[in-house]
């Protein structure tokens, strides 16, 4: 006898092509069905809250009165919630979004009882291979999907475990025909038996048990009330199974009785049997641009600096920072943050995005502030402070501004030292801009605004002050203009189209004709790129660019300027009519003493229905990259080798090699690499005839949520054929990258620990007597220079410092980006009584040595670990 266990759930878009606001009103209506049916009857078990508590609190913010019914389920283990907060992506968001989001969603669900302990992502396009250790890091040990698998796996079976590089493993259950199949199922016997027959024939084919699982529900479904008539319909259809009512954690139990399953490594993302959509990484890069920058902000200013703070003296606002992760994990549901959306949600997106960095910025800037307002000083000048957020002390070359009513002005630290600095802008300021009481009472004399340019130490995961005081010098700059670049590293020349050359004069290597754009046509929607038939692709190559060169003492600066005629549309591009443009800023940064290129682009966009590339040749003819998941890195090949079977095997979707990364790309050998670090587009695909080009993707450009027989996707479409001409992404769009060239390989060099120190600059705070925002002064008092830790052993890589939800210590999280084990250790500048390595759930797991106010512990390659102290 065969089990079936049918499983009522729904699936919970908050919003795709329908708003959250739309959606939250069909919740209201089907909650109280569903809280009906539990209570009024016994022979309706359970029913899946789809794994996500901000349910919960969209409904609780209608019908708060209903608290109590939800718990009383909740407890009885009728209604089942949790784990996760929202239903998250998982390849184009971070490692610390992802565990903010089962962190907060099992902190949400204490309020009601237990938590279904599976990581049920049944949507998510791919799967990251990383997500083990995120769910084992929370004692899960289970996981539940759709999208991403097939036989090259290394099973035809749906059930099997998934294990990582560093050995952290769960039990999957696949959901081989997706989360609906049981979906208003139908009473008419015939169309039943219809439909069934080809779910079984799949089901049975990839079970290892005799179980298999019947998801009733769908995306919005309210709950089906003739369940019970359907069953006794499929009893009487085939009487040699049993059909009843469950839940998840019941198939789990019945497979872990299998002691011979497969155990499968690594990322899923084949379209074979479901579309997992390449290229959506790319879809409104926009809003992905404004995740990434934000993600970045939290994890490694927002909290380090909140911990700095904490470690003085200062609150750490737990109340203002878990509402901010909460905001941008409402955009990481899988249409939300693959943008798959109607262009009314991607302006709720966007604005969640807008309110969300509004509160980082600010929260920032007043942990900066009460920092700098109570330093233990008996002057009253003006003090310039900057912030190292990384642990380890850091010699940089620094950007920063200074108000003062001054006409010159000097540096001095606190040992009354000065510091040689530039001044590359300066501007007059009305008074009332910065404090309107100034002007209210009468003095309208201007400030000026100066940017100055420095270089220094600060200390490791602190900061360093020094004070702003007259001087009877004026202060010269030494920036004049050249034709080339030369710093510590690097010559760089411009070519007449506005491409580098780059030679490094480390490697003796040259490369040329980099940052060349690539522009093709886009004949596909939001989920996915499609190429027009035999095209001709258009190129930067004959451009003519207007080139500008500053260099000083410090850093040189490269501004290159040019437009690019491309068609207006895709029936021109067809006519091969180039009547339109993008108009490109590229601005290049390059200090003296660092191998890394910022590069800055400003584009403004004319164009429809096409997608712009950048272009890095790096002369290295590789059959793989390198990128980073979550707290690891991944081996890709430059083309997947399915582009050859995948028309004959019928798959969903072609396997073209676009990848998603999240902080770098690399190409390399074992002499040396050359790596893409980016704060903004996570698109890459190696390009090129031998294989031997990053093409970082800019945007993509379409005016249609879904769309049906493209080139690369063929059938139906995937959403739906609505229009959304703001996904055409025209006016002005902001992305910001570095290139690196290094020895070694992209792992043995660390490429993941220079990305975030690229994505952790240097952050200032200039006070000056006057503010538009009065604080009093607080009781505690700041040394004028400050280190909180330190790290002993350089190697791993920082994912975040923040204090524990629930005590007073602090978290402290890193990770092994390289292809060989490390040690980390840290030291801490104050009494450290205990550390235990902890879980990322922020439980403590093993008491480690603490000596001299140090710690550490031993970390395999790809693996997390979080030290509680």
Same mark, same amino acid.
């Given at each position: ?21 739309e ?5 209201v209506?089907?909650?109280?069905e569903? *809280?009906?049916m ?9 029913y ?11 409904y ?7 608290k ?15 784990p ?7 390849? @184009? ?5 992802i @565990?903010r989001n ?8 204490? !309020?009601?009882?237990?938590p279904?302990?599976i990581?049920?992502l049944?949507?998510s396009f791919g ?5 083990p ?9 289970y ?27 769960? *039990? ?14 139908p009473?008419d ?17 990839g ?7 019947? =998801?009733?529900?769908?995306d919005?479904?309210?709950i ?14 085939y009487?040699? &199974? ?12 019945e497979?872990?009785?299998n /002691? !011979? ?13 479901? &579309?997992?959509?390449?290229s959506?990484?790319s879809? &409104? ?10 993600e ?13 703070a904490?470690?003085l ?25 693959g943008?798959?959306?109607s ?10 995005f ?14 900066k ?7 233990a000083?008996e002057?009253e000048?003006?003090?310039l402070?900057a ?5 380890? !002390? ?5 950007t ?25 802008d300066q ?10 009481q ?14 100055? /340019? ?8 602190g900061?360093k ?12 700059s ?7 670049? !030369?710093?510590?590293f690097y ?29 093709g ?10 190429? *027009?038939p ?7 190559d ?5 080139v500008?060169?500053?260099?000083? /003492?410090f850093?040189?600066?490269i ?6 005629t ?9 006519n091969?009519l ?5 108009? @490109?800023?590229?601005?290049v940064t390059?200090?003296?003493h660092?191998p890394?290129?910022?590069v ?16 890095i ?8 990259s390198?990128s980073?998941?979550?707290f ?8 997947d ?7 004959e095997?019928d798959?969903?979707?072609r ?47 379409v005016?249609?949520l879904?769309k049906?027989?493209?080139l690369r996707r =063929?059938g ?16 002005r769009?902001?992305l910001?990258?570095s290139?690196?060239?290094?020895s ?13 120190e ?11 007597p ?5 604080l009093?002064n ?8 400050y280190?909180?830790l330190?790290?002993?052993q ?15 210590r602090?978290v402290?999280?890193?990770?092994n ?20 390595l ?12 603490v000596?001299?106010?140090t710690f ?5 390659t ?8």
């Open positions: 006898m065969k089990n079936v266990h049918i499983v009522p759930h729904m699936h919970w878009d908050r919003e795709w092509y329908f708003s959250t606001e959606s939250r009103i069909l919740l209506n089907n909650m109280e569903i *809280l009906e539990l209570e009024s009857n016994p022979e309706y078990p359970h899946v809250l789809d794994g996500q508590t901000a349910i919960l609190e969209d609780f913010a209608i019908k708060p009165e209903n109590d019914r939800v718990k009383k389920l909740v407890q009885e283990g009728r209604l089942i919630i949790g996760w907060y929202t239903q998250t992506d998982e390849m @184009v968001v971070g490692g610390e979004s @565990v089962l962190l907060y969603g099992l902190k949400d669900c204490e !309020e009601f009882g237990s279904m302990m990581g049920y049944p949507d799967q990251s291979s990383q997500m250790q995120i769910l084992n890091g929370f004692d899960i040990k996981s539940i999907f759709w999208r991403g698998t097939s036989e090259r796996h290394g099973t035809d079976k749906t059930e099997f475990y998934w294990e990582t590089d560093e050995g952290s493993k769960v *039990l999957v259950q696949l959901f081989p025909l997706g989360y609906a199949i049981g979906k208003y199922l009473e016997e015939e169309k039943l038996q219809e439909r069934i027959n080809k779910y079984f024939a799949v089901l049975d084919r079970a290892t048990t005799g179980n298999i699982i019947l =998801p009733n529900g769908h919005q479904m309210p089906q009330k003739n369940i019970f008539t359907i069953m006794e319909k499929l009893r009487k259809l009487p040699d &199974r049993e059909f009843f009512l469950s839940r998840y954690e019941n198939i789990f139990a497979l872990e009785r /002691q !011979e399953l497969p155990t499968l490594t690594g990322e899923f993302l084949d379209g074979k049997y479901s &579309r997992v959509h390449r959506i990484y879809t &409104r890069m926009d809003i992905k641009a404004a995740n990434t920058r934000i970045n902000k939290i994890t490694n200013i927002l909290e380090p600096l909140a911990s700095l904490y470690s003296g200062f609150e750490y606002h737990h109340g203002l920072i878990e509402p901010i992760w909460k905001e941008i994990m409402k955009n990481h549901a899988h249409d939300s943050i943008c798959c959306c262009d009314k949600v991607h302006q709720e997106i966007s604005n969640r807008f309110l969300a960095e509004e509160k980082v910025d600010q929260l920032i800037h007043f942990y502030r009460k920092i700098v307002d109570s330093m000083t002057t000048q003006d003090r402070c912030f190292n957020l990384l642990p380890y !002390e850091r010699e940089d070359v620094m920063a501004s200074v108000i003062s009513k001054l006409g010159s002005f000097k540096l001095v630290d606190e040992n009354n030292a000065e510091l040689e600095f530039e001044v590359l501007e007059i300021m009305d008074p009332g801009l910065i404090d309107r100034i002007v209210h009472y009468g003095n309208y004399d201007p400030f000026i605004k100066y940017t100055i /340019q420095l270089k220094d130490r600060i200390p490791a995961m900061y002050t020094y004070f702003v005081t007259e001087s009877d010098t004026e202060v010269r030494s920036e004049s203009a050249v034709d080339q670049v !030369e710093t510590d010559k760089i020349t411009v070519n007449p189209n506005g491409t580098l050359n780059i030679f490094d004069k480390k490697l003796n290597k040259r490369f040329s004709n980099i940052l060349m754009l690539e522009d046509g886009d004949d596909g929607d939001e989920y996915d790129f499609s190429p *027009l035999d095209e001709k692709l258009i190129y930067s004959k451009a003519k660019a207007d500008n060169i500053k260099q000083n /003492q850093e040189a600066v501004t290159i300027r040019y437009s690019l491309v068609p207006e549309n895709l029936d021109d591009r067809k091969l180039a009547n339109s443009s993008v108009d @490109v800023q590229i601005t390059v200090a003296h660092k890394i290129i910022k800055a682009f400003d584009i403004d966009n004319h164009a429809k229905d096409h997608r712009l590339r950048a272009l040749p790096t002369g290295i003819a590789s059959s793989f390198v980073d998941n979550q690891g890195s991944i081996t890709r090949h430059v083309i080798e399915a582009m050859d079977i995948w028309e095997e798959w969903d979707e396997p073209d090699s676009i990848y998603p990364m999240l902080t770098y790309a690399g190409l390399s050998d074992k002499e040396y690499g050359v790596s893409l670090l980016t704060n903004s587009s996570r698109e890459y695909e190696i390009v090129g005839e031998e294989y031997d080009t990053i093409a970082v993707t800019l945007f993509r450009s005016g249609v879904g049906e027989n493209m =063929p139906r479409p995937s959403g739906i054929k609505l229009p959304t001409p703001d996904s055409q992404l025209l006016g769009i902001s910001d990258f290139l690196l060239i290094h070694d390989s992209t792992l043995k060099a660390n490429v993941a620990r220079m990305a975030k690229y994505l952790t600059p240097i952050h200032f705070y200039n006070k000056i006057f503010n538009a925002m009065k009093n607080a009781e505690i008092k700041t040394p004028l220079s280190s909180f330190n790290e002993v350089p190697g791993a890589v920082l994912s975040t410092l923040k204090k524990a939800e629930k005590e007073d602090y402290l999280r890193f990770y980006a390289t292809d060989e084990e490390i040690s980390a250790s840290f030291e801490a500048r104050h009494a450290v009584e205990e550390a235990q902890a879980n990322l759930n922020e439980q403590p797991m093993k008491l480690l040595k000596q001299n106010n550490g512990t031993r970390v395999r790809n693996q997390v670990r979080t030290i509680l102290f």
